[in-house]
T-cell receptor
Framework: DTGVSQDPRHKITKRGQNVTFRCDPI?????LYWYRQTLGQGPEFLTY????????KSRLLSDRFSAERPKGSFSTLEIQRTEQGDSAMYLC?????????????FGQGTRLTVV | AQSVTQLDSQVPVFEEAPVELRCNYS??????LFWYVQYPNQGLQLLLK??????LVESINGFEAEFNKSQTSFHLRKPSVHISDTAEYFC????????????FGQGTRLTINP
């Protein structure tokens, strides 16, 4: 296992279409986070999972957004009826909570462009 | 709630010159502190972190940061930069307990000129 992987790396979609992103965390990690990063800004927290349970959602996560982590392994983030304001880099991170070191490992992100 | 302020959005320096990237944070509870680096079209990589103990922490590539609790700062320094250090640098904090979600600053773009 070489780290957190995200798919696709890039996605161009027309406004109004649905898109789904996938994140595969480091295999033994029990926490998985989604962040959104717009141009010139730092990443902003969207939601996180502890195993398969979604424990917190940011106010940034409108009703058009849904995330799942069905078996406590990979996660998907779906955006329905995309808007131009959804254009951003979507970052996934994972960590192992309960150990001595607290460190989140990030994937390379999925860059979404809504045209 | 936590917040992070990176005081400089862009820092241009010449190669082999020293650099300091400033970070101040606000929190009513104890936090862990991090610096992440982001190269173009890449995700974030952890550069260094402060969890506890010595307030001066170092990375393997020559960066260091000092946690100053009284000034609520965690500035990043390097005595001599290289072209390869060109990147965006993000300071972040997380609560020690709970969700441990990261709160990031807006980033500082470090540009190294030859």
């Amino acid at each position: 296992d070489t780290g957190v992987s995200q798919d696709p790396r890039h996605k161009i979609t027309k406004r109004g279409q649905n898109v789904t992103f996938r994140c595969d965390p480091i295999s033994e990690h029990n926490r998985l986070y989604w962040y959104r990063q717009t141009l010139g800004q730092g990443p902003e927290f969207l939601t996180y999972f502890q195993n398969e349970a979604q424990l917190e959602k940011s106010r940034l996560l409108s009703d058009r957004f849904s995330a799942e982590r069905p078996k406590g392994s990979f996660s998907t983030l779906e955006i329905q009826r995309t808007e131009q304001g959804d254009s951003a880099m979507y970052l996934c991170a994972s960590s192992l909570v309960g150990g001595v070191n607290t460190e989140a490992f990030f994937g390379q992100g999925t860059r979404l462009t809504v045209v | 709630a936590q917040s992070v302020t990176q005081l400089d959005s862009q820092v241009p320096v010449f190669e082999e010159a020293p650099v300091e990237l400033r970070c101040n944070y606000s929190s009513s509870v104890s936090v862990y502190l991090f610096w992440y680096v982001q190269y173009p079209n890449q995700g974030l990589q952890l550069l260094l972190k402060y969890l506890s103990g010595s307030t001066l922490v170092e990375s393997i590539n020559g960066f260091e940061a000092e946690f100053n609790k009284s000034q609520t700062s965690f500035h990043l320094r390097k005595p001599s930069v290289h072209i390869s250090d060109t990147a965006e640098y993000f300071c972040a904090v997380t609560r020690i307990q709970g969700a441990q979600k990261l709160v990031f600053g807006q980033g500082t773009r470090l540009t190294i000129n030859p």
